[in-house]
């Protein structure tokens, strides 16, 4: 069996600061991690994917996350918010078969 | 490489109403699921399909909710006597065959936002 908490469903930051979403996992055996963002009358979009390698994952658009397994997090940062980074932001979680479990999702709110 | 593509894009049925969403996973992908996504409710799997085979469907309704990945065409979700519960977004992923064991990621549709009246 396996879990995603995302703590927040609203996160508002100013232009240029810290973003910092939040996610714990749950999984019976070694998790395989995604963010997913998606933008108001879109699908989702594919941010990163922590598959068992570097702890230190980089993605697109600046986003980077860290895998944690002592604290079951994997949470999304990115040092200098944008504007165009105002979405909704989805962890997911995989135990290497191919069905994925996602979280509720955060709504991020850039303020100018 | 064109993307997994979702029609319609929007659906309106009447309650009652039969309603059929269409999904043609990316070039090479076998694999293909379906979410629906409720306001404020993140996304719910519903089913995970490979051609002409249902390998998950734990996240389908009993009743008045099938699912198909045929030899041949899209994937097809199909909901017959709408209620007004049904209205949601309804997104179709798909991603390559696990070789390795390994988790791919899957890739999303734009979906189809279904109404019922």
């Known amino acids: 069996a396996q879990s995603v908490t995302q703590l927040g ?3 508002s930051v100013s232009e240029g600061a810290l973003v910092l979403l939040r996610c714990n996992y ?4 070694p998790p395989y991690l995604f963010w997913y963002v998606q933008y108001p009358n879109q699908g989702l979009q594919l941010l990163l994917k922590y ?3 570097a702890t230190l994952v980089k993605g697109i658009n600046g986003f980077e ?3 944690k397994k002592s604290e079951t997090s ?3 940062t990115k040092p200098s918010a944008h504007m165009s980074d105002a979405a909704e932001y989805f962890c997911a979680v995989s135990g290497g078969y191919q069905k994925v479990t996602f979280g509720t999702g ?3 709110q850039v303020i100018p | 490489n064109a993307g997994v593509m979702q029609n319609p894009r929007h659906l309106v049925r009447r309650r009652g109403q039969e309603a059929r969403l269409r999904c043609s996973p990316m070039k090479g992908h076998s694999h293909v699921y379906w979410y629906r996504q409720l306001p404020e409710e993140g996304l719910k799997f519903m089913v995970y399909l490979q051609k002409e085979n249902i390998i998950d469907e734990s996240g389908m309704p009993k009743e008045r909710f099938s699912a198909e990945f045929p030899k041949e065409g899209p994937s097809i979700l199909r909901i017959q006597q709408v209620v007004r519960g049904d209205s949601a977004a309804y997104f179709c992923a798909s991603s390559q065959t696990a070789s390795t064991g390994g988790t791919y990621e899957q890739y999303f549709g734009p979906g189809t936002r279904l109404t019922v009246t």
């Open chain 1, 9 to 11: 469903s609203h996160v």
């Open chain 1, 65 to 67: 996350a860290e895998f």
């Open chain 1, 74 to 76: 994997f949470h999304l």
């Open chain 1, 106 to 108: 955060t709504k991020l």
């Open chain 1, 51 to 53: 598959t068992s390698a």
């Open chain 1, 26 to 29: 749950s999984s019976s055996v």
